[in-house]
């Protein structure tokens, strides 16, 4: 199922979001503050982010920003406002809807549901011609199919959902080889290094998006 981080400075609050959203059969993960958020966000990736505003020390449009700077993860934001002036600075920063409180759960689960909804027909990404499909499993270059390994497909799909965001070697084999793993880094760069002679190959000029971040993992640069 889904899985969704609430982020809101007051216990109540979250344990509220949590109880609807899990009756729903959503997973939730919760986040005290902006800085508790941004530290989750480096080690897990959510399907949607329930994002408060008025929280102390970073807002929730600082959030915001801050983690549109390298995840494109679909952010509901959660406040009491109601000013248009508002909703309109929430969606120019990169927040994909607007809830306020107090909410019906209803609501709240319905504008869910519509993200989702939204991301299932999103199955595609495509950059300059290069086009990654997770439906039919095929990464092609001007239409033509470049031949990659599972693994290799999975690596190359989390760096361009993601772009501008630092992938390390271990969250890579978190997500791609499972948690339990005893897959080592130098595995990782094994296939990073071969998907990256494959995709050169077809003409698509790789060196220019997919860089290696030294000593920590690799990212893509749209």
Same mark, same amino acid.
């Given at each position: 199922?889904?899985?969704?981080?609430?982020?809101?400075?007051?216990?109540?609050?979250?344990?509220?979001?949590?109880?609807?959203?899990?009756?729903?059969? $959503?997973?939730? =993960?919760?986040? /005290?503050?902006?800085?508790? !958020? +941004?530290?989750?966000?480096?080690?897990?990736?959510?399907? &949607?982010?329930?994002?408060?505003?008025?929280?102390?020390?970073?807002?929730?449009?600082?959030?915001?920003?801050?983690?549109?700077?390298?995840?494109?993860?679909?952010?509901?934001?959660?406040?009491?406002?109601?000013?248009?002036?508002?909703?309109?600075?929430?969606?120019?920063?990169?927040?994909?809807?607007?809830?306020?409180?107090? $909410?019906?759960? =209803?609501?709240? /689960?319905?504008?869910?549901? !519509? +993200?989702?909804?939204?991301?299932?027909?999103?199955?595609? &990404?495509?950059?300059?011609?290069?086009?990654?499909?997770?439906?039919?499993?095929?990464?092609?270059?001007?239409?033509?199919?470049?031949?990659?390994?599972?693994?290799?497909?999975?690596?190359?799909?989390?760096?361009?959902?993601?772009?501008?965001?630092?992938?390390?070697?271990?969250?890579?084999?978190?997500?791609?080889?499972?948690?339990?793993?005893?897959?080592?880094?130098?595995?990782?760069?094994?296939?990073?290094?071969?998907?990256?002679?494959?995709?050169?190959?077809?003409?698509?000029?790789?060196?220019?998006?997919?860089?290696?971040?030294?000593?920590?993992?690799?990212?893509?640069?749209?």
């Amino acid at each position: 199922m889904p899985t969704i981080l609430v982020v809101d400075d007051e216990s109540r609050m979250l344990d509220l979001i949590s109880f609807y959203l899990e009756a729903r059969g $959503f997973t939730c =993960e919760r986040a /005290v503050s902006g800085n508790c !958020a +941004l530290e989750k966000m480096k080690h897990t990736i959510y399907d &949607i982010v329930i994002l408060d505003v008025m929280m102390p020390n970073m807002d929730g449009w600082e959030v915001c920003k801050q983690i549109r700077l390298f995840s494109s993860v679909p952010i509901i934001m959660l406040t009491a406002r109601e000013e248009k002036k508002d909703i309109v600075k929430g969606l120019q920063i990169g927040a994909d809807d607007y809830i306020t409180k107090p $909410f019906n759960e =209803e609501e709240l /689960v319905a504008r869910i549901d !519509a +993200l989702l909804r939204r991301l299932g027909k999103e199955k595609s &990404i495509s950059y300059d011609g290069l086009v990654w499909e997770e439906t039919n499993h095929e990464l092609t270059y001007q239409g033509e199919v470049i031949p990659l390994t599972p693994k290799e497909f999975s690596i190359i799909g989390y760096l361009m959902k993601n772009p501008n965001r630092v992938f390390s070697r271990e969250q890579l084999i978190d997500l791609i080889w499972g948690m339990d793993s005893e897959t080592e880094g130098r595995t990782v760069d094994s296939h990073v290094r071969n998907m990256r002679d494959k995709v050169r190959k077809s003409g698509f000029p790789i060196d220019h998006c997919l860089k290696t971040v030294w000593g920590v993992g690799y990212k893509w640069i749209n």
